[in-house]
C-alpha cells in the first residue's frame, strides 16, 4: 500500500492514487483550508536535487499559476514539505484524450471541436509567455461535458528536463523504443534547437492529426528513427474521408519550417472553427469569469459545417497535395497579392430566407476594401457566379484573374454575428490565414471594417493615413434598418421590375427608421437608376429626379459616398445634360473608391459622349479589370469601341458579353446594331433568328424584315423597318431616335432631324449620344443637327 495514502502534505489530505509516473505521483486529496479536493503532484527526491532545475522549475509553475482560462487545468501551489516537492492542481473529472481515440479516429466535427478548445487554450498561454513544450493527447482531460483541459502547462518539461539522466524513463524502453512524448516534438528541438510556441503548434499538428486518423503521423522502431522520420519524411497519407480542409489545417501544423506553421494558435482556432461552425467558443475574461456563445447546436447544426468543409474540399479540387505538403508560409515566403477576389460568404443558419444577409456581408467587406488603391478588388457583380460553385480555387482565380481568394462563412444569431474569413493563394492553393470574428449586430460595420483590415495587414498593404482611419472608423447601425437595407440590396441585385419596386419598399422602409444613414438614400438613387435607364418602367424626366433627390440626400448624409456621387453623375448627365457637374461627380466618385467599378462604367459613358474616346476605353479597362463578368460592364466597353468607330473590337466584345449572359438582349441587340452599320444584314438576321420573340416583336416582324432584305437590299430592310418604328409598335421606342436613324439609313434627312427635334422636345435622355453615334455622321453638316448638338451641350464635330 502507498505510504503516502491518508497522509497530510502541508494542508493537503491524500485519499486516493490517480496516477503514476516517471515525473512523479499524482494523488486525489483534500484541501483542508479551501474545503476542496484537488490533484497534488507529487516529484521524485531525486529528480529535484539540483538546486538550479528545482528553481527553474518552482518560477515556472508560479508563471503557470496565473493561466485562469476555461480550457487549462490551473495550478493552484507549489511548495515542499518534509522533503516532498509537490504541485497542487486543479482535479478535471473525464477521460484523456488518448484514451477517447478509436481506432480510425474521432468524428471530424468532433475533431475539429476539441482542436479549437486546445487552441484556444495555447491562444491564451502564448499571449501570456507560457509555453507547454510537452503537448500531447495524454495531457488533454475531456470532461463529461466534452470540454477539453489541458494539463502541465508548463511543468513536465521542466521534470523532463530534471530527470533526463532518469533510467526509469517510462517513454524509453531499454532498447531505444519510442512509446510517447517523442512522436509529438517538432525537427527542430528533435535538432537540438529549443521548444517554443510554434513547437506547440506544431504538437496540436500532431493530436489533431490522431484524433482524424486514429494513428500518430511518423513511425520509427526507435528513437533514431523516429527522428529521422519527423525531420526528414512526410506524414503517413490521411485517408481520403478527411475533409481536405482539416488536411489543410494539419499540413500547415506539420510544416517541417517553423516559420511555415501558423503565426499563432488563434489562426488555427479560426480555420477550424470555420470547417465547423457548431463549434462553442468559450473566451476567458478578467477575474476567470467566461461567457459562451452557442452559435448553433445539435445534429442539424453540425450537418451544416460538415456541408461547409464538404463545399470547400470541392472547390479547392486538386489542392490535396498530400498531409506532408507545406501549407501557408512565413514572411520570407509569403506571396505578395495585389489583387483580390471575396467570394460569396456561405450561409450557415441552414435557413434560405438568410441568403440576403450573408450576400450583403459579401458586399459589405469588398465595399470595405475596393477603396484601397494599392489592391484591386473585384465587384460583386463578378464574384456572385461562384455562389455554391464547385469550381477549384485555381479556376476561379483564373477567370478573375486575382491572386489572393478570400472565402469563409456568415452566421447570425440572435443579435450576435460571426464571420468566419480565410485567406488563400491562388497560384498555389496556399491558406495563408483564417480568423473568426464575432460582433453585436448594430456593430456589424465594425466588424467589416476589422476584417478588411486584417486582410490588408496579413498581405503587407500599405495603407495611406485616410484609408487607415476609415477602416478604423467607429458606426454603428440601426439593425431593424440595416436588414432592411439588406433584403433591399437582395431584391435590386435581381434587375427585374418586380423585384425593384420590393427593393425601394425596403429601402423607403430603412430611410424612414434612419434618415442619417447614406446607404438607404444611396440604395434608392440607385434602384431608381434602373428602373429608368435598365428596366425602362419609370419615365426619364419622373426617374431622374428621384435619381438626383436621393442622391444629394445621400451626399447630405455622407459626402464620402463613392455610390451617391456616380448616382448623381448620371442624373446630371441624362436628366439635366450638365456635362461639368456630371464629370465633376464621376471624377469624384472614383477619386473616392478607385476600385468602385460602377464609378469607371459611368465615366466612361460621360467620356465618350463628349468625343473622348481614347480616355473612355481605358476607363472601360478598368472597370472590366475590377468587375471582368459583369454585363453591363462588358456591354458598355462594346459600346465604346463602337463610338470609337472600331467596329472589329465591338463586334468581338458584344460576343464576349453575349457569353456572359446569354438570356439578355444587350450583347446581340448592340451586335445587330454593329452588323448594321458595317452593312452585314445577314449577321443581322441570323440575331434576329436566335433571339426569344418576346425581343423582336414574334416571328412575323423577323420574317417580315428577312424578306425585305431579300427582295430589296438595305433598302428594303430599312423600309420594313420603317414600318415597323412608325406603326403602333413604334411608340414603344425610345424617344423616336431609333426612328431618327432609320431616316438616316434611308437619306430622308429632314424627317431624321424632325424625328431627333421631337426627341429633344422631351428630353430624351440618349440624345446626349448623337454626336457620336456613327448612324447620325451624314447629318454633321446639317445646321439644325449642330444645332441640336450645341442645344445638348456638346461641341458638333467633338
Known amino acids: 500500500m502507498d505510504e503516502l495514502l491518508e497522509q497530510t502534505i502541508s494542508h493537503y489530505r491524500i485519499t486516493s492514487l490517480l496516477g503514476a509516473g516517471g515525473m512523479g505521483m499524482v494523488y486525489r486529496a483534500h484541501d483542508a483550508r479551501l474545503d476542496r479536493d484537488l490533484a497534488l503532484k507529487i516529484l521524485p527526491c531525486n529528480l529535484m536535487a539540483d538546486e538550479n532545475a528545482r528553481a527553474r522549475l518552482i518560477a515556472e509553475a508560479r508563471t503557470a499559476s496565473s493561466l485562469n482560462h476555461p480550457h487549462i487545468a490551473q495550478v493552484y501551489d507549489v511548495g515542499e514539505d518534509r522533503g516532498h516537492m509537490f504541485f497542487a492542481m486543479e482535479l478535471v473529472e473525464g477521460k484523456p484524450l488518448r484514451e477517447l481515440i478509436q481506432r480510425g479516429g474521432l468524428p471530424h466535427a468532433t475533431v475539429c471541436q476539441f482542436g479549437s478548445q486546445i487552441a484556444n487554450a495555447l491562444a491564451f498561454a502564448h499571449e501570456r509567455g507560457v509555453v507547454h513544450r510537452d503537448l500531447k493527447s495524454a495531457n488533454v482531460m475531456i470532461t463529461p461535458e466534452r470540454r477539453v483541459k489541458v494539463l502541465d502547462f508548463g511543468l513536465a518539461k521542466r521534470l523532463k528536463d530534471a530527470q533526463a539522466d532518469d533510467k526509469r524513463d517510462p517513454d524509453l524502453t531499454a532498447s531505444g523504443m519510442i512509446l510517447g512524448t517523442p512522436n509529438y516534438l517538432p525537427p527542430e528541438v528533435l535538432l537540438g534547437g529549443s521548444a517554443d510556441a510554434r513547437s506547440d503548434i506544431w504538437a496540436l499538428g500532431v493530436m489533431l492529426y490522431e484524433m482524424a486518423s486514429g494513428r500518430l503521423p511518423f513511425d520509427g522502431a526507435s528513437m533514431a528513427e523516429l527522428a529521422t522520420a519527423i525531420v526528414n519524411e512526410s506524414p503517413n497519407p490521411l485517408s481520403a474521408r478527411v475533409p481536405t480542409g482539416l488536411q489543410m489545417v494539419i499540413a500547415r501544423c506539420l510544416s517541417k519550417d517553423p516559420g511555415s506553421r501558423y503565426r499563432s494558435a488563434s489562426e488555427i482556432e479560426a480555420a477550424l472553427e470555420a470547417l465547423d461552425p457548431s463549434v462553442v467558443r468559450t473566451r476567458a475574461s478578467g477575474g476567470g469569469s467566461r461567457r459562451v456563445w452557442t452559435m448553433a447546436a445539435g445534429a442539424g447544426a453540425v450537418a451544416v459545417g460538415i456541408a461547409f468543409a464538404v463545399t470547400l474540399a470541392l472547390r479547392t479540387g486538386d489542392i490535396r497535395k498530400g498531409i506532408g505538403g507545406a501549407v501557408g508560409g512565413g514572411a520570407a515566403d509569403r506571396p505578395r497579392i495585389e489583387s483580390l477576389a471575396v467570394l460569396p460568404l456561405a450561409n450557415l443558419s441552414g435557413d434560405p430566407t438568410?441568403?440576403?444577409?450573408?450576400?450583403?456581408?459579401?458586399?459589405?467587406?469588398?465595399?470595405?476594401?475596393?477603396?484601397?488603391?494599392?489592391?484591386?478588388?473585384?465587384?460583386?457583380?463578378?464574384?456572385?457566379?461562384?455562389?455554391?460553385?464547385?469550381?477549384?480555387?485555381?479556376?476561379?482565380?483564373?477567370?478573375?484573374?486575382?491572386?489572393?481568394?478570400?472565402?469563409?462563412?456568415?452566421?447570425?444569431?440572435?443579435?450576435?454575428?460571426?464571420?468566419?474569413?480565410?485567406?488563400?493563394?491562388?497560384?498555389?492553393?496556399?491558406?495563408?490565414?483564417?480568423?473568426?470574428?464575432?460582433?453585436?449586430?448594430?456593430?456589424?460595420?465594425?466588424?467589416?471594417?476589422?476584417?478588411?483590415?486584417?486582410?490588408?495587414?496579413?498581405?503587407?498593404?500599405?495603407?495611406?493615413?485616410?484609408?487607415?482611419?476609415?477602416?478604423?472608423?467607429?458606426?454603428?447601425?440601426?439593425?431593424?434598418?440595416?436588414?432592411?437595407?439588406?433584403?433591399g440590396r437582395y431584391e435590386w441585385s435581381k434587375v427585374s421590375p418586380a423585384a425593384m419596386l420590393k427593393a425601394i419598399e425596403y429601402y423607403e422602409k430603412a430611410l424612414?427608421?434612419?434618415?442619417?444613414?447614406?446607404?438607404?438614400?444611396?440604395?434608392?438613387?440607385?434602384?431608381?437608376?434602373?428602373?429608368?435607364?435598365?428596366?425602362?418602367?419609370?419615365?426619364?424626366?419622373?426617374?431622374?429626379?428621384?435619381?438626383?433627390?436621393?442622391?444629394?440626400?445621400?451626399?447630405?448624409?455622407?459626402?464620402?459616398?463613392?455610390?451617391?456621387?456616380?448616382?448623381?453623375?448620371?442624373?446630371?448627365?441624362?436628366?439635366?445634360?450638365?456635362?461639368?457637374?456630371?464629370?465633376?461627380?464621376?471624377?469624384?466618385?472614383?477619386?473616392?473608391?478607385?476600385?468602385?467599378?460602377?464609378?469607371?462604367?459611368?465615366?466612361?459613358?460621360?467620356?465618350?459622349?463628349?468625343?473622348?474616346?481614347?480616355?473612355?476605353?481605358?476607363q472601360d479597362h478598368l472597370a472590366m479589370d475590377l468587375d471582368p463578368l459583369s454585363l453591363i460592364v462588358n456591354w458598355n466597353a462594346a459600346a465604346t469601341l463602337f463610338y470609337a468607330r472600331r467596329y472589329e473590337d465591338a463586334i468581338a466584345q458584344c460576343k464576349r458579353a453575349s457569353e456572359l449572359d446569354p438570356s439578355s438582349h444587350l450583347g446581340p441587340s448592340t451586335l445587330a446594331h454593329v452588323y448594321e452599320q458595317t452593312g452585314n444584314y445577314q449577321g443581322v438576321m441570323d440575331i434576329l433568328d436566335k433571339l426569344p420573340a418576346a425581343m423582336t416583336g414574334g416571328k412575323g416582324v423577323v420574317s417580315k424584315l428577312k424578306h425585305a432584305y431579300a427582295t430589296a437590299g438595305p433598302t428594303g430592310y430599312w423600309r420594313a423597318m420603317l414600318e415597323l418604328e412608325s406603326g403602333p409598335a413604334g411608340s414603344k421606342f425610345k424617344d423616336r431616335i431609333r426612328l431618327g436613324m432609320v431616316y438616316t439609313r434611308l437619306g430622308e434627312r429632314e424627317r431624321a432631324l424632325a424625328a431627333l427635334e421631337h426627341a429633344f422636345a422631351v428630353h430624351a435622355g440618349d440624345m446626349v449620344f448623337i454626336n457620336i453615334e456613327p448612324c447620325f455622321d451624314p447629318l454633321h453638316g446639317e445646321p439644325r443637327f449642330q444645332s441640336l448638338v450645341r442645344r445638348v451641350g456638346l461641341t458638333p464635330g467633338a
Open 512 to 618: 424612414a427608421l434612419d434618415p442619417t444613414d447614406a446607404r438607404y438614400s444611396s440604395g434608392l438613387a440607385d434602384a431608381y437608376l434602373l428602373q429608368t435607364q435598365v428596366l425602362g418602367t419609370v419615365p426619364q424626366k419622373e426617374g431622374m429626379a428621384k435619381v438626383k433627390e436621393y442622391a444629394r440626400r445621400a451626399l447630405a448624409a455622407d459626402e464620402s459616398s463613392a455610390e451617391a456621387h456616380a448616382s448623381i453623375a448620371v442624373a446630371l448627365f441624362f436628366g439635366d445634360w450638365d456635362w461639368s457637374g456630371a464629370e465633376k461627380n464621376a471624377r469624384q466618385a472614383i477619386q473616392l473608391n478607385t476600385g468602385y467599378s460602377t464609378a469607371h462604367l459611368v465615366y466612361s459613358v460621360i467620356l465618350a459622349a463628349s468625343g473622348r474616346v481614347n480616355e473612355a476605353i481605358e
Open 354 to 487: 438568410q441568403e440576403y444577409f450573408a450576400d450583403g456581408m459579401t458586399e459589405e467587406l469588398i465595399t470595405n476594401l475596393a477603396p484601397i488603391r494599392s489592391l484591386k478588388v473585384i465587384s460583386r457583380t463578378s464574384v456572385m457566379p461562384f455562389k455554391h460553385s464547385t469550381k477549384s480555387l485555381k479556376e476561379i482565380a483564373a477567370a478573375l484573374d486575382v491572386d489572393g481568394i478570400v472565402e469563409g462563412s456568415v452566421l447570425r444569431a440572435g443579435d450576435r454575428v460571426r464571420i468566419t474569413a480565410q485567406l488563400i493563394e491562388a497560384a498555389k492553393d496556399r491558406h495563408l490565414w483564417a480568423k473568426s470574428y464575432e460582433r453585436d449586430v448594430k456593430d456589424v460595420l465594425g466588424l467589416q471594417s476589422e476584417v478588411a483590415r486584417d486582410i490588408a495587414s496579413e498581405i503587407q498593404l500599405r495603407l495611406s493615413p485616410q484609408e487607415a482611419a476609415r477602416m478604423t472608423q467607429r458606426r454603428t447601425v440601426n439593425p431593424e434598418a440595416y436588414e432592411l437595407y439588406l433584403r
